[in-house]
C-alpha cells in the first residue's frame, strides 16, 4: 500500500479507495474530513488530519452510518435528545442524564420534551416481578408505561424520529425500574377491595409456604415482616423454569392457594371434611386464571388478610379443571 498511497498522484489515492475494502474510522478518528470522506475524496480528506486520535468521533460517525442504513436521519432535537440520555452512541446503553453532553443552546427544547414524558407517566410505577427473581421487575408494567410515554411525546412531538421517542420511554423506565429495585419489599398485605366486614379472626396467624422442590418456610404473625412479603421473597429465591408452582398453607384453618406460574392460575383448597379413623381428609379445589404478577399479588393479599373467604369476590372459581383449559384458549384468543 505505500507505493500507491505515497507515491501516486491524488487522483490515483482516490480511486485505489473505492476500489478495495478499507476500514473509514482510522482517518475519522485522525480528523479526517468526512463529508469528503462520503464523497471519495480521500486525499483531499486528510488535509484537515491530526496526529492525535479522538475514539470519540469515530465512534459517532459509526453510529450515524448505521442509523444511516436504516434509513433514519436525526434533526437537531433527536440529537439532543439522544445525547442527553447518552444513547447517541449506542442504544442498547442504560440511559441516563446527560445535560452537559447537550449543546447548551439545545437544552431547554431537550427539556421540554422530558418534561412532556415524566408528566405522562406521573404516578405509575414499575413493580417488582418475583417469579423472574429478585431484582425482576413486570414486564407489563414496563410496557405500559412505554406506550404511555410514547404516545404522549409523539402526540406533543411529532417531528421526532423514534429513536428520540424510544430513548426518552427507555429513560422512564428505567428510572421507574430502579426506584422500585432501591426500595424496601412492599408490606402489601392490604386486600384489593373492602374487606372490612370480615373478622378480625380470618387474618392470618401462622402460614406455610412450599414449592415444587420441597422447599419449606414457615411464617408467625409476630413476626418483623408480613406474609405478603415473606411469601414473594420466598418466591424471589427460589422461582426457576423448573420450580413454577408455590403454595401458601394455613395448617389450622385447613386451607390454602396455590400458584401456577407456568399457567398464569391459581387454585384454592378447602379442606371439606378431615381424615378419621384412617381415612382420607376430603378437599375442595377451585380455580381460577390470573392475569400477571399484579393480579398473583391481588390473591396473595387477600388470602392472608381472610382465608378462602376473602377470595370469593375475586371470581369467578371453577372446579373442572376442563373448564379452567377452556377459559384459557379463550383468553388466549382475545
Given at each position: 500500500m505505500l507505493d500507491p498511497v505515497l507515491l501516486a498522484p491524488p487522483a490515483d489515492v482516490d480511486a485505489l479507495f473505492r476500489r478495495i475494502q478499507w476500514d473509514r474510522s482510522r482517518l475519522v478518528a485522525h480528523g479526517a474530513d468526512i463529508h469528503?470522506?462520503?464523497?471519495?475524496?480521500?486525499?483531499?480528506?486528510?488535509?484537515?488530519?491530526?496526529?492525535?486520535?479522538?475514539?470519540?468521533?469515530?465512534q459517532e460517525h459509526h453510529a450515524d452510518r448505521r442509523r444511516a442504513e436504516r434509513g433514519v436521519a436525526l434533526g437537531p432535537l433527536d440529537t439532543g435528545i439522544l445525547r442527553y440520555t447518552g444513547q447517541y452512541l449506542h442504544g442498547a446503553t442504560v440511559p441516563r442524564r446527560s445535560p452537559d453532553a447537550v449543546d447548551p443552546a439545545l437544552l431547554p427544547q431537550v427539556m421540554r420534551v422530558i418534561a412532556t414524558a415524566e408528566q405522562a407517566c406521573a404516578g405509575m410505577r414499575i413493580g417488582l416481578d418475583p417469579r423472574r427473581g429478585e431484582r425482576a421487575t413486570d414486564k407489563r408494567d414496563w410496557d405500559r408505561m412505554a406506550a404511555t410515554v410514547d404516545a404522549a411525546v409523539r402526540r406533543a412531538y411529532p417531528e421526532l424520529v423514534d429513536d428520540a421517542v424510544r430513548t426518552v420511554s427507555f429513560l422512564m423506565c428505567s428510572e421507574a425500574t430502579d426506584r422500585s429495585r432501591s426500595t424496601p419489599v412492599e408490606d402489601d398485605e392490604e386486600p384489593?377491595?373492602?374487606?372490612?366486614?370480615?373478622?378480625?379472626?380470618a387474618r392470618k396467624t401462622a402460614l406455610t409456604f412450599t414449592d415444587d422442590k420441597g422447599s419449606e418456610k414457615k411464617w408467625?404473625?409476630?413476626?418483623?415482616?408480613?406474609?405478603?412479603?415473606?411469601?414473594?421473597?420466598?418466591?424471589?429465591?427460589?422461582?426457576?423454569?423448573?420450580?413454577?408452582?408455590?403454595?401458601?398453607?394455613?395448617?389450622?384453618?385447613?386451607?390454602?392457594?396455590?400458584?401456577?406460574?407456568?399457567?398464569?392460575?391459581?387454585?384454592?383448597?378447602?379442606?371439606?371434611?378431615?381424615?378419621?379413623?384412617?381415612?382420607?381428609?376430603?378437599?375442595?379445589?377451585?380455580?381460577?386464571?390470573?392475569?400477571?404478577?399484579?393480579?398473583?399479588?391481588?390473591?396473595?393479599s387477600a388470602f392472608v388478610s381472610g382465608g378462602c373467604a376473602a377470595?370469593?369476590?375475586?371470581?369467578?372459581?371453577?372446579?373442572?379443571?376442563?373448564?379452567?383449559?377452556?377459559?384459557?384458549?379463550?383468553?388466549?384468543?382475545?
Open positions: 469528503l470522506l462520503e464523497r471519495g475524496q480521500v486525499y483531499q480528506a486528510m488535509r484537515a488530519a491530526t496526529e492525535g486520535a479522538n475514539e470519540n468521533r469515530a384489593a377491595g373492602n374487606h372490612a366486614d370480615l373478622d378480625a379472626s408467625l404473625r409476630d413476626g418483623p415482616r408480613t406474609a405478603s412479603a415473606e411469601f414473594w421473597e420466598f418466591v424471589a429465591d427460589r422461582s426457576a423454569g423448573d420450580n413454577e408452582v408455590f403454595t401458601i398453607e394455613d395448617e389450622e384453618m385447613g386451607e390454602g392457594i396455590q400458584l401456577h406460574f407456568y399457567a398464569d392460575s391459581i387454585a384454592r383448597i378447602t379442606t371439606v371434611r378431615h381424615g378419621e379413623a384412617g381415612s382420607d381428609p376430603q378437599y375442595q379445589v377451585e380455580y381460577r386464571l390470573v392475569d400477571g404478577i399484579g393480579g398473583y399479588r391481588r390473591l396473595v377470595l370469593d369476590q375475586h371470581g369467578p372459581w371453577m372446579s373442572d379443571v376442563t373448564e379452567v383449559e377452556r377459559a384459557r384458549r379463550q383468553s388466549r384468543h382475545t
